[in-house]
């Protein structure tokens, strides 16, 4: 069975850190990429970070590309987010998933509240 769990979200002031942590399993983990998402309420799930198989290839979005960290360790099935100098902005729900998996509503995990305020 197909499944996420992500952990390691908190209330953090803003220029905190967090590091959130994602075990996915249920698939062929080490040879598919990884995303981490965010969803702020009353707005779509945006695409926050793109992690590839071999952890060669990261991709950001622009609002958090220079703060933001990502890295997996595929003999434990874990995709890792390290967000640093977190703004208000950045507040959400972080998941995590796989761009397969993503496409279905059943295969998306609880994920985890990130909450920037002072």
Excluded at 53 to 64: N, Q
Excluded at 83 to 98: F, H, I, S
Aim: proline residues 4%.
């Amino acid at each position: 069975q197909v499944q996420f769990v992500e952990s390691g979200g908190d209330l953090v002031q803003p220029g905190g850190s967090l590091n959130l942590s994602c075990i996915a399993s249920g698939f062929d983990f080490s040879n598919n990429a990884m995303d981490w998402y965010r969803q702020t309420p009353g707005k779509e799930r945006e695409l926050v970070a793109a992690i590839g198989s071999l952890s060669g290839t990261i991709k950001f979005s622009g609002p958090v590309e220079g703060r933001f960290t990502a890295s997996r360790d595929n003999a434990k099935n874990t995709v890792y987010l390290h967000m640093n100098n977190l703004k208000p902005e950045d507040t959400g729900v972080y998941y995590c998933n796989t761009p397969v998996y993503s496409l279905l509503d059943k295969y998306w995990g609880q994920g985890t509240q990130v909450t920037v305020a002072s």
